[in-house]
């Protein structure tokens, strides 16, 4: 805005910012109020303010049409001086090197932009220099009058949301808010949590259900619509990335309950998986299936109501809560209260070991339909995080020509039904319907 006393600029930046906005107000509203301006001025300053020939146009171009931007402080009259066609009326408010330099001197290089103050502008309003503004999940810094802004990929891409809500993928995507701000590095490390299955899962024999394969399967089938109440909804993992301790959990939780004909109806504790399956432990930074269901079947865990989730997760004196002992034929029971004292019942509930299933859709559904929802491991792509309703599916999307996009980690969800897919006949492919801890 001022130019020719870049120097001063620091001194007058505030007093000056507000007198120039008035002089604009002005300008704006009424363009025959301009004289106005120039009236105040006295003869002598007048005088003055002619025989002071400085670098005004000069410093900074414009000189084209009506540009209001294109003003600086003419501080030898104590007035301010515009260099754009506007000025040229009879009652002039031009630079005093206006005509030198707009009219009659060809070949200086004009600039299309007016010099500003020392700082950045961003969606009309000025930062000064080191300010530091966040966009999403990256920080830019106002450094030599630009914006320098790293470039990490995040979590929340408005962009891919409305790619994957325009095109015919199947599912709909959705900006979640407490997303937002994140990484998609931070998303993968603290918003999943399991390990890539050990070569001793991948080699496990698989079961087929013994539900006879002349059984017509249903057109759709959902856990909680045959056994109402003894199946479990998510609990929110936050930030705690344990997808290995609440699908384990939750999976063990309702099979108890459906084998058990609505006994045992508790929902199982995460947290009690999450602080004391102390082998190789990750907690709330990642862990393995196979370890939860054996410490499930060993040790066995509490109800979610007896060992609730922390509020802070990542708190060092989340130690692990619960103490248990055998009795000598296999059954543990509790040595110690609830951590919740309000829950009096400390019941310890195990599972029978564990055993993988078919990757065959139509197995998949059988085993549901027979004994319950299971427990599965996926690969996650960036565009999981925004799912919302749908059949999903990883969309690639032009984001993958960068590197810092072409990565994926693993998740454990439970699934509970399965849909038939929109043009295949029943039995001949089906999506497996789940949900993840959100």
């Not at 209001?68 to 408010?93: H, I, M, P, Q, W």
């Not at 299936?289 to 499930?296: P, S």
């Amino acid at each position: 805005m001022w130019a020719g006393y870049k120097i001063l600029i620091l001194a007058y930046l505030t007093t000056e910012i507000w007198t120039e906005r008035q002089y604009l107000s002005q300008r704006e509203v009424d363009p025959g109020a301009e004289f106005t301006r120039n009236h105040t001025i006295s003869e002598g300053t007048r005088f003055k303010r002619a025989i002071f020939e400085g670098q005004y146009c000069r410093s900074f171009g414009c000189c084209e049409d009506r540009d209001d931007g294109c003003v600086t402080r003419f501080y030898e009259a104590d007035a301010l001086c515009y260099c754009d066609k506007f000025c040229e009326r009879e009652n002039s408010d031009c630079c005093p090197d206006y005509k030198s330099f707009c009219r009659e001197e060809k070949g200086w290089p004009l600039h299309t932009k007016p010099w500003s103050p020392e700082g950045c502008h961003r969606d009309g309003q000025h930062y000064e220099e080191g300010s530091v503004i966040k966009e999403n999940c990256n920080s830019c810094t106002c450094s030599g009058q630009q914006w320098k802004c790293s470039q990490h990929a995040c979590l929340v891409q408005p962009g891919l949301i409305e790619h994957v809500n325009k095109g015919d993928y199947g599912w709909t995507a959705q900006n979640y808010s407490q997303f937002w701000g994140m990484t998609l590095e931070e998303g993968f490390k603290y918003r999943l949590g399991t390990l890539p299955p050990s070569p001793l899962l991948l080699s496990m024999n698989e079961v087929t259900a013994s539900l006879a394969e002349t059984t017509d399967l249903p057109e759709f089938f959902i856990a909680s619509y045959k056994w109402p109440g003894w199946t479990h909804g998510p609990l929110d993992q936050k930030n705690c990335a344990a997808s290995w301790a609440f699908s384990t959990a939750s999976v063990a939780a309702d099979r108890i309950a459906i084998q058990s004909q609505g006994r045992y109806t508790a929902n199982l504790s995460p947290q009690n998986l999450i602080s004391c399956c102390a082998k190789k432990r990750h907690g709330c930074n990642s862990g393995s299936v196979d370890r939860a269901w054996w410490y499930l079947r060993k040790r066995g865990l509490v109800s979610h109501a007896c060992y609730p989730l922390f509020k802070d997760q990542n708190a060092t004196n989340n130690g692990c809560a619960m103490a248990s002992r055998s009795d000598g034929r296999g059954k543990r029971h509790a040595t110690t209260p609830c951590p919740n004292s309000i829950e009096k019942s400390n019941r310890i509930y195990q599972c029978s070991p564990p055993y993988r299933v078919s990757s065959n859709e139509t197995e998949i559904m059988r085993e549901i339909m027979q004994n319950g929802p299971v427990q599965a491991i996926m690969q996650v792509h960036e565009d999981f995080f925004n799912y919302k309703t749908g059949i999903y599916r990883h969309i690639t999307s032009a984001n993958e020509d960068s590197e810092k996009y072409r990565k994926f980690r693993t998740h454990a969800v439970k699934l509970t039904g399965l849909l038939p897919i929109p043009g295949e006949s029943p039995g001949e492919r089906m999506a497996i319907l789940g949900f993840f801890e959100e």
